[in-house]
């Protein structure tokens, strides 16, 4: 199994929106979060030519995030996961992902800490991020087996403007 992590596009900052009394779970992309995510997109699907299951944590930011990917690669539905809350242990989204064809490649869409603690557990089993995400960053891993803690092998990790340099 290849698995695709990706941390959220740019989105409104924290303290405005709930100023405005927004609730952090709402913070929706900027309109250039929208569009840098759109390049990112392109650069991916360069590099990751295809995706078979597409999920996303329920924040706003991250669905749109997830919605921007699904038209890129035509995924017809995005997946919404309560394991990829910022809150929750990577232990959850791997069960998720043992239910998932060993063959797929999964990209899932979430935030940080969460995502830079996913993958440096996946790779060593270690809850201490070791790993940095930028916002629309993406990095893949590979599971030779079941996906587990420590099991994973890193193929690359890249920056949203490496991205944007593939999609050209």
């Not at 991205?163 to 050209?168: H, P, S, T, Y």
Request: some cysteine.
């Amino acid at each position: 199994m290849q698995l695709l992590v990706i941390r959220h596009a740019i989105a409104e900052e924290r303290e405005p929106h709930a100023a405005a009394g927004g609730h952090d779970d709402d913070r929706p992309l900027t309109p250039f979060g929208k569009r840098r995510m759109r390049r990112n997109a392109e650069g991916l699907r360069r590099t990751a030519s295809h995706i078979e299951v597409l999920a996303a944590s329920p924040l706003v930011r991250a669905q749109q995030t997830a919605r921007i990917l699904a038209d890129e690669y035509r995924v017809p539905e995005v997946e919404t996961l309560e394991a990829l809350r910022p809150e929750r242990h990577p232990r959850e989204l791997l069960t998720w992902l043992g239910k998932q064809s060993p063959d797929a490649t999964v990209a899932v869409v979430g935030h940080d800490p969460h995502v830079s603690v996913l993958v440096t557990w996946c790779l060593s089993g270690s809850e201490e991020a070791s790993v940095v995400f930028k916002k629309g960053g993406v990095a893949l891993l590979e599971f030779d087996r079941k996906p587990a803690a420590g099991k994973a092998k890193l193929h690359w990790l890249v920056t949203p403007a490496q991205l944007r340099d593939l999609a050209g």
